[in-house]
């Protein structure tokens, strides 16, 4: 029985501990396809997110595919 009340405890703390704080992106699209483009041309798309998470989000590198 004390292990049991120990290990609730614990998950319910651990559980309030990782909602608590956390930034989350969400993106509207992940992919664009530019189609067929002439070479040398400037293409540009703008990818649409925001935070719906609690805490400040920090973006730090962007990598393209």
């Known amino acids: ?4 009340l120990i290990f609730t405890l614990c998950f319910i703390i ?4 990782s909602c608590y704080g ?6 509207d ?6 189609g067929k483009i002439r070479a040398n041309a400037v293409v540009k798309y703008t990818f649409k997110f925001e ?7 920090f973006i730090e590198k962007i990598k393209s595919g």
């Not at 651990?14 to 501990?17: C, P, Q, R």
């Not at 956390?22 to 993106?27: A, D």
């Not at 699209?29 to 530019?34: A, L, Q, R, S, Y």
């Open 51 to 57: 935070n719906r998470g609690s805490d400040t989000l």
């Open 29 to 34: 699209k992940t992919e664009h396809d530019f």
């Open 14 to 17: 651990l559980s309030v501990i």
């Open 22 to 27: 956390k930034s989350r992106i969400v993106f």
């Open 1 to 4: 029985m004390k292990k049991n």
